[in-house]
């Protein structure tokens, strides 16, 4: 059974820093692209980046480019998400998702529970 | 960048009724780039319709998506209960690969 399971959100105040996880388990983790969408309390998705397999290229929206970097552990069968110069605006439900496929799946198949992310003074 | 608009923003409608969900794109996507979700209160999305009109595992046949160019639609032919949600439309950018969202569309109880 595919799991993915986020950890590590909170509180943190605008200008602060937060690493997401997300522990992946029941695929072969090192075959897939993996992606980070995010929600903010009551909108719609946004999708937020993504790595390849290899981790040889990732992709950010314009809102977190520069600020936000993802990466992997294929050892650890991990993804990550490390989250610099946190604003009101990046406070949201992120969660971790997996392609239909290995890479380039244009469908989201399996996705975390979510995890938030509260940016607040 | 391609903006998708989902319409109605909310639909009341009671259980057993046909449901038919739109979703518009600002410019033509390529129909394998086309999915569906579908998400509950305090639940992650579900894939519902990759590739325009191709069920994931586990779907019920009540689903059904179609549609070409810029317009695209989610058809529920008779509704249950578990059926009421929000569901978003999904447009898959190959170069580089991005992923948009609608806004989503809230399928109510009436």
């Known amino acids: 059974e595919v799991q993915l399971v986020e950890s590590g959100g909170g509180l943190v105040k605008p200008g602060g820093s937060l690493r997401l996880s997300c522990a992946a388990s029941?695929?072969?983790?090192?075959?897939?692209?993996m992606h980070w969408v995010r929600q903010a309390p009551g909108k719609g998705l946004e999708w937020v980046s993504s790595?390849?397999?290899?981790?040889?290229?990732?992709y950010y929206a314009d809102s977190v480019k520069g600020r936000f970097t993802i990466s992997r552990d294929n050892a650890k069968n991990s993804l990550y998400l490390q989250m610099n110069s946190l604003r009101a605006e990046d406070t949201a439900v992120y969660y971790c998702?997996?392609?239909?496929?290995?890479?380039?799946?244009?469908?989201?198949?399996?996705w975390g529970q979510g995890i938030l992310v509260s940016v607040s003074s | 960048e391609i903006v998708l608009t989902q319409s109605p923003g909310t639909l009341s409608l009671s259980p057993g009724e046909r449901a038919t969900l739109s979703c518009r794109a600002s410019?033509?996507?390529?129909?394998?780039?086309l999915v569906w979700y579908q998400q509950k209160p305090g639940q992650a999305p579900r894939l519902l319709i990759y590739?325009?009109?191709s069920r994931a595992a586990g779907v019920p046949d009540r689903f059904s998506g179609s549609g070409s160019g810029r317009d695209f639609t989610l058809t529920i032919s008779r509704l249950e209960p578990e059926d009421f949600a929000v569901y978003y439309c999904?447009?898959?950018?190959?170069?580089?690969?991005?992923?948009?969202f609608g806004q989503g569309t809230k399928l109510e109880i009436k």
């Open positions: 998702a997996r392609g239909r496929f290995g890479e380039l799946s244009s469908s989201l198949e399996y």
């Open positions: 029941g695929f072969m983790f090192s075959s897939y692209s």
């Open positions: 790595i390849s397999s290899s981790s040889s290229f990732r």
């Open positions: 410019q033509s996507v390529s129909s394998i780039y």
């Open positions: 590739d325009a009109s």
């Open positions: 999904q447009q898959y950018g190959s170069s580089p690969p991005t992923f948009t």
